[in-house]
């Protein structure tokens, strides 16, 4: 089946420091990615989506330079916090979906994200 | 516009009794509906989905769900839980034909009693 990887599943760092986050989709090639954010006990919140080529999609609330996303390929797609604080500590998902037809989307195991 | 309720935030079945995790939706479009399945510091596994075929969805682990128009559902059942069923479960709604941006529920948490 679809395989979706995240990386890291676990960061702790000290305030001010920026941390990425790699969404990797294994076997099969994605156009979009998404990225949410789950806070504990929680449903998930999209932050933004990101697009092969080009500039990501942000949800309204969400703050585009302080979450960088990149998708430079068609299996790869980063998320950088940036100056990281520790109200951003939280459980960050990324998605992907299949190129062509209504297929549903493919989640990592998510990264768990600490800021201390 | 679309929208997920999940009627209930925690559902305690004992195991071997039946799984009920109620859904509810609302949507502009006709709508792909998903159940996701997340254990604790995991990410969601697809569970089943609809798209417009038949009503009744057969998924893994023995779940399925419901497609009812009439009454925009579309529960999720069991009919005997295993102790490996205790999750988090999560209804998730797609209008289909637009940018196909997934909508989530709050989420039920299910408890399987031994």
């Known amino acids: 089946g679809a395989v979706v990887s995240q990386h890291p599943s676990r960061v702790i760092c000290k305030s001010g420091t920026s941390v990425k986050i790699e969404c990797r989709s294994l076997?099969?090639?994605?156009?979009?990615m998404f990225w949410y954010r789950q806070f504990p006990k929680q449903s998930l919140m999209l932050m933004a989506t990101?697009?092969?080529?080009?500039?990501?999609?942000?949800e309204q609330g969400v703050e585009k330079d302080k979450f960088l996303i990149n998708h430079a390929s068609l299996t790869l797609s980063t998320l950088t916090v940036t100056s990281a604080h520790p109200e951003d500590s939280s459980f960050y998902i990324c998605?992907?979906?299949?190129?062509?037809?209504?297929?549903?989307?493919?989640f990592g195991d998510g990264t768990r994200l600490s800021i201390l | 516009a679309q929208s997920v309720t999940q009627l209930d935030s925690h559902v305690s079945v004992s195991e071997g009794t039946p799984v009920l995790l109620r859904c509810n939706y609302s949507?502009?479009?006709?709508?792909?509906l998903f159940w996701y399945v997340q254990h604790p510091n995991k990410g969601l596994q697809l569970l089943l989905k609809?798209?417009?075929?038949?009503?009744l969805v057969k998924g893994i682990n023995g779940f399925e769900a419901e497609f009812k128009k009439s009454e925009t559902s579309f529960h999720l059942t069991k009919p005997s839980a295993h102790m490996s069923d205790a999750a988090e479960y999560f209804c998730?709604?797609?209008?289909?034909?637009?940018?196909?941006?997934?909508?989530f529920g709050s989420g039920t948490q299910l408890t399987v009693l031994p």
């Open positions: 076997d099969f090639q994605a156009t979009t």
């Open positions: 998730v709604v797609s209008a289909q034909g637009t940018a196909r941006q997934l909508t």
């Open positions: 609809y798209t417009s075929a038949a009503t």
């Open positions: 990101s697009n092969e080529g080009s500039k990501a999609t942000y």
């Open positions: 998605s992907a979906r299949p190129v062509g037809g209504n297929q549903p989307q493919h």
């Open positions: 949507s502009s479009y006709s709508p792909s």
